[in-house]
């Protein structure tokens, strides 16, 4: 293991400590000499902040709902696609389109679909009399806009884990429901959920861990606009850093982001082994 401990620590345990050092610094890189200790004050400056507020709130926002989203349709388009008829497999595999293509290319193409001169979604909704709003111009359209994006690219990546699981469930214990006579509803409810529970626990932590890096869909989606209403915390840190240059603001962002991530990871990690 010692190979994998000196790569994990200078990839991932020195640039952290270096992060949080630099969050308890002054440096601006557009003033010389400015890499000064100043201990907590960052922090206490982002107490007061409501720019810092909006962006926790909204990171929050794009935590929890595209990752129920996900879960849920994950879910069904597992069970859905767990019979091995014809065409399945070919299903499957247009389905993990999304989950492969940059989340960039991503962006840009839900930009398109939402920019209403370009056609798209307000052409659809013109077939049926339905007027589209200009979806990225406006704070709550804007925000749905991103959180299609996201369900749409990673819903795929739910349902393959918790297709593989459905696939190793036990037989024998599916031949029994069969043959006690329980309906596809109670089939679902008291054997196959329970079953895969434990991989739903693991699925719901990765995304989770993934799920406040939508940094490239809104990057390229919004830009944090309009008005701030998607601005996560992780795109208002890098406004900080690489556009008002506030290096050490910045990093003190990113380190309660960190916090944020690890303090959620340890919480679902603890019930995945009281659960086991």
């Keep these: 293991t ?12 020195i640039p952290a400590l270096l992060n949080f ?10 003033q010389p000499g ?25 990171s929050f926002y794009y935590l929890i709902l595209p990752v129920s989203i996900q879960i849920i349709l994950g879910f069904l388009w597992a ?21 492969v293509i940059p989340p960039v290319i991503v962006g840009l193409t839900w930009k398109v679909l939402f920019t209403p001169n370009l056609g798209g979604i307000n052409y659809y909704l013109k077939m049926v009399n339905i007027k589209g709003p200009d979806w ?14 996201a369900v749409w690219e990673w819903t795929p990546f ?17 031949e029994a429901a069969t043959i006690d006579g329980v309906t596809k509803i109670q089939m679902v409810r008291y054997v196959i959920f329970p079953l895969i529970k434990p991989v739903m626990v693991i699925v719901l932590l990765f995304r ?38 506030k290096i050490g603001y910045a990093t003190s ?17 603890n019930a995945i082994v009281k659960h086991q």
């Design 136 to 149: 990225l111009n406006q704070p709550f359209t804007a925000q749905i806009a991103v959180l299609v994006a």
């Design 208 to 245: 989770i861990m993934d799920a406040l890096g939508i940094l490239p869909l809104v990057f390229v989606m919004t830009k944090g606009g309009p008005a701030s209403a998607t601005e996560i915390i992780n795109f208002y840190a890098y406004m900080s850093g690489f556009v008002y240059y």
């Design 21 to 30: 050092y630099l969050s308890l610094t002054s440096w601006n890189l557009i």
């Design 253 to 269: 962002l990113i380190t309660v982001l960190f916090a944020i991530v690890f303090a959620l990871n340890w919480y679902f990690l």
């Design 158 to 174: 739910v349902m393959l884990l918790l297709l593989a699981a459905m696939e190793n469930l036990p037989s024998d214990v599916m």
């Design 2 to 13: 010692l190979p994998f401990l000196v790569i994990f620590g200078v990839l991932t345990i």
């Design 34 to 58: 400015s890499q000064k200790f100043v201990g907590i004050r960052n922090y206490l400056i982002m107490a007061s902040d409501s720019r810092f507020w909006n962006s926790l709130k909204i």
């Design 79 to 99: 069970l859905a696609l767990r019979p091995r008829l014809k065409g399945t497999y070919i299903i499957r595999t247009l389905l993990l389109i999304p989950m």
